[in-house]
T-cell receptor, first 116, second 111 residues
Framework: KAGVTQTPRYLIKTRGQQVTLSCSPISGHRSVSWYQQTPGQGLQFLFEYFSETQRNKGNFPGRFSGRQFSNSRSEMNVSTLELGDSALYLC???????????????FGSGTQLSVL | GESVGLHLPTLSVQEGDNSIINCAYSNSASDYFIWYKQESGKGPQFIIDIRSNMDKRQGQRVTVLLNKTVKHLSLQIAATQPGDSAVYFCAAQTGANNLFFGTGTRLTVIP
């Protein structure tokens, strides 16, 4: 079974631009969560989607948004990029939404975003 | 709000020794905890979990200890191997909320 796939693997943008990251969950998984990982802050929860609906949202500004499609694939978008948005963005999928199956949360390898 | 922190950002151990990675959490209502391992260039991978009704759980070469009184948990790795070199995260969950992660401890195994 294929794992969680995130594209692109690396991305370089400049301040003020916007970016869209993609995540394909493990087949059969209906919940997708997004996390931002930085050296100083660790992993911070962005949002979770299940059945095309956002279930939970972390403490990030409205520039960070996401969506989920009927095939469970998810995208996240960051508008008006800032230097501080440089981070590894991780997507994780699970069969059901939190908290039921946090132990079955599988992560992708992430998209490394650099904002110049 | 919830916060989860690891005591040491880095830890170096000799191959064959036991490793202990510590983590503290802030919310006494946290009821579920997970340890993840993240190797370079990869996403975090599940190692072991423990619920708040337990104080110890063992896996293959790993043991998690939970002390709810002081809101502390630890991950013990027996006979540490070079393949154990990675960043280790603890994460805590409270009720129906999503996981809160610590900042990670980088474990380096010295051959």
């Amino acid at each position: 079974k294929a794992g969680v796939t995130q594209t692109p693997r690396y991305l370089i943008k400049t301040r003020g631009q916007q970016v869209t990251l993609s995540c394909s969950p493990i087949s059969g998984h209906r919940s997708v969560s997004w996390y931002q990982q930085t050296p100083g802050q660790g992993l911070q929860f962005l949002f979770e989607y299940f059945s095309e609906t956002q279930r939970n949202k972390g403490n990030f500004p409205g520039r960070f948004s996401g969506r989920q499609f009927s095939n469970s694939r998810s995208e996240m978008n960051v508008s008006t990029l800032e230097l501080g948005d440089s981070a590894l963005y991780l997507c994780a999928s699970s069969p059901e939404p939190a908290p039921a199956t946090n132990e079955k949360l599988f992560f992708g390898s992430g998209t490394q975003l650099s904002v110049l | 709000g919830e916060s989860v922190g690891l005591h040491l950002p880095t830890l170096s151990v000799q191959e064959g020794d036991n490793s202990i990675i510590n983590c503290a959490y802030s919310n006494s209502a946290s009821d579920y905890f997970i340890w993840y391992k993240q190797e370079s260039g990869k996403g975090p991978q599940f190692i072991i979990d423990i619920r708040s009704n337990m104080d110890k759980r063992q896996g293959q070469r790993v043991t998690v200890l939970l002390n709810k009184t002081v809101k502390h948990l630890s991950l013990q790795i027996a006979a540490t191997q070079p393949g154990d070199s990675a960043v280790y995260f603890c994460a805590a969950q409270t009720g129906a909320n999503n996981l809160f992660f610590g900042t990670g401890t980088r474990l380096t195994v010295i051959p």
